[in-house]
């Protein structure tokens, strides 16, 4: 078995023990592939044991890659920080962006969704840990937030997204993801998405409810920032076109 099919067994072993564990129904909790700064070999090899979502952090890297795996059938989620002049193409390249934190982003993506690919599916990110994270809306703000997204046309609203401070007390991890689940329980409208839970804390998401967790280190091993990995960059760097003219 490659390194990372023998990963997603454990991960898959570890999911499957959790839900378990919580006593929720098997098939509930979706296994989130988060590939940036990994080769699109790697997410191959991930496909072929079975991964057909993956999530991906930065735009330029996952339009190289799709371009790369276009020959299979891939559901692309878009789990970064989101620039306004980056929706256009997030909305015509991805199934699912994760990380909508602002009514100004939600209205462009749903502007500029072509309307062949039907509605973007839409979890708003909030932030659980107050100052430690700049992403994600406040707490306060995200039932109006969430009113106003499911109002757009090509947005199907399915639910938050959170990625609370990373610690080991399993208490903390509870408590944070607890919140989540209780913000979004309260909301005026039915919605059927948790995305929580990374590889350190899959387990407590999973009690509380998590049904995407997004799993990047335990699948693919750790990530090397100061590399580049990208397979875009490589292409531009030797594309004849990029040499100096001289
Ligand atoms: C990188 C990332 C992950 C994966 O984190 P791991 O700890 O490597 O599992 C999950 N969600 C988001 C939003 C990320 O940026």
């Given at each position: 078995?490659?390194?990372?099919?023998?990963?997603?067994?454990?991960?898959?072993?570890?999911?499957?023990?959790?839900?378990?564990?919580?006593?929720?129904?098997?098939?509930?909790v979706g296994l989130l592939a988060v590939s940036k700064t990994k080769p699109a070999a790697a997410m191959r090899e991930a496909f072929a044991a079975g991964i057909r979502d993956f999530g991906e952090n930065y735009l330029q890297e996952a339009l190289g890659k799709q371009l790369e795996l276009a020959d299979l059938p891939l559901i692309w989620h878009f789990i970064g920080p989101i620039q306004s002049n980056k929706t256009r193409a997030i909305?015509?390249?991805?199934?699912?962006?994760?990380?909508?934190?602002?009514?100004?982003?939600?209205?462009?993506?749903?502007?500029?969704?072509?309307?062949?690919l039907?509605?973007?599916?839409?979890?708003?990110?909030?932030?659980?840990?107050?100052?430690?994270?700049?992403?994600?809306?406040?707490?306060?703000?995200?039932?109006?937030?969430?009113?106003?997204?499911?109002?757009?046309?090509?947005?199907?609203?399915?639910?938050?997204?959170?990625?609370?401070?990373?610690?080991?007390?399993?208490?903390?991890?509870?408590?944070?993801?607890?919140?989540?689940r209780a913000l979004q329980h309260d909301l005026p409208m039915p919605l059927d998405t948790l995305s929580m839970g990374m590889s350190h804390d899959l387990e407590a998401a999973i009690a509380q409810g998590a049904t995407w967790v997004r799993i990047g280190t335990a699948l693919f091993g750790a990530r090397n920032y100061g590399q580049d990995t990208s397979p875009a960059h490589t292409a531009v760097a030797?594309?004849?076109?990029s040499k100096d003219p001289s």
């Open positions: 078995m490659s390194t990372i099919a023998d990963n997603i067994s454990q991960v898959s072993a570890r999911i499957a023990a959790a839900v378990r564990q919580a006593q929720r129904e098997p098939g509930q909305a015509e390249h991805f199934d699912w962006v994760h990380s909508v934190d602002r009514l100004k982003i939600a209205q462009r993506l749903s502007e500029q969704r072509p309307a062949a039907g509605p973007l599916n839409i979890c708003i990110q909030v932030n659980v840990s107050g100052e430690a994270s700049k992403s994600g809306c406040d707490p306060d703000d995200v039932d109006t937030l969430a009113s106003a997204i499911a109002a757009l046309p090509n947005l199907r609203l399915r639910g938050l997204m959170a990625i609370p401070e990373p610690t080991d007390d399993i208490a903390l991890q509870n408590a944070a993801f607890a919140r989540v030797s594309s004849p076109l």
